[in-house]
């Protein structure tokens, strides 16, 4: 049974069975997804983390089994939800990734869109450029995930050039919903910088989906605009994945 929540796109979510930190089960996988569409979730992205010691194609081949293996029950249980997922990864940086000719498949879907995972280091001016030449030399546009966990570890200077390039910034839902995080929802909230949200979401306990109560906090704290704006990115994007024509910003 769905909640009274408005209907809403996860772009980041880990619920792919033994893929990696996320579901450890094809069942935790169902459970997973069956708490996401109760929350109103209406279309999901798999971002499964990708780290630069595997090719891409050994871990495109491990996604597509793992998928196989929900699918197979996807389709007796939930049949409606098989078409309302999209695949990508949380492609972790690392100089050599972003000269991968096969980078492109890691995007979401049928789109242009890379979720990019930082370093949780200092941002080096080498860091910085790489992200900057991955826009200017080929179409990916970089999705950084999770910026506000960056925020304590990383020069401002860093993060507002990081900001000023051309890339999208995605917060996690639960980021407004805890006492220790919550200003710093606020504050890129109200900076403009979020234009993408997921819920990150691993598992249904100490990861769980949590974007309903999410979507509330930011309107309860007066962002009814900006939330708008972020779900209606989320839909562009996952409209893209599914090889909708991209919209220029």
């Known amino acids: 049974m769905r909640s009274n929540t408005e209907p809403y796109i996860d772009l980041h979510c880990h619920f792919l069975p033994e893929m990696d930190d996320g579901c450890k089960s094809v069942e935790e996988s169902v459970k997973l997804l069956e708490e996401q569409w109760r929350q109103g979730c209406v279309g999901i992205a798999s971002t499964s983390h990708y780290y630069a010691h595997e090719s891409i194609a050994e871990f495109l081949a491990r996604r597509e089994a793992s998928f196989a293996k929900l699918r197979a029950v996807l389709e007796k249980v939930h049949p409606e939800y098989v078409d309302k997922i999209v695949f990508g990864a949380e492609a972790a940086y690392h100089p050599a990734l972003l000269r991968d000719p096969d980078l492109p498949k890691l995007c979401i879907g049928k789109s242009r869109y890379l979720l990019l995972e930082m370093p949780f280091e200092p941002w ?19 999705v950084i995930a999770h910026l506000e966990r960056y925020l304590d570890l990383v020069d401002e200077d860093a993060v507002d050039t990081l900001v000023d390039m051309d890339v999208l910034i995605q917060m996690n839902a639960g980021c407004i919903q805890h006492f220790f ?60 994945a599914l090889g909708a024509p991209e919209a220029e910003h």
Do not use: W, Y
């Not at 860091?127 to 970089?142: F, G």
């Not at 909230?189 to 949590?210: C, F, K, Q, Y």
């Open 124 to 142: 080096s001016p080498r860091i910085l450029r790489d992200v900057q030449s991955l826009l200017s030399t080929t179409r990916i546009r970089p």
């Open 181 to 240: 995080s919550r200003s710093k929802a606020v504050r890129l909230l109200r900076e403009g910088i979020v234009d993408v949200i997921g819920t990150d979401s691993h598992n249904l306990t100490s990861r769980a989906p949590n974007m309903a109560k999410g979507i509330q906090k930011i309107r309860k704290a007066g962002f009814d605009g900006e939330m708008d704006e972020i779900l209606a990115m989320n839909e562009e994007i996952f409209q893209a």
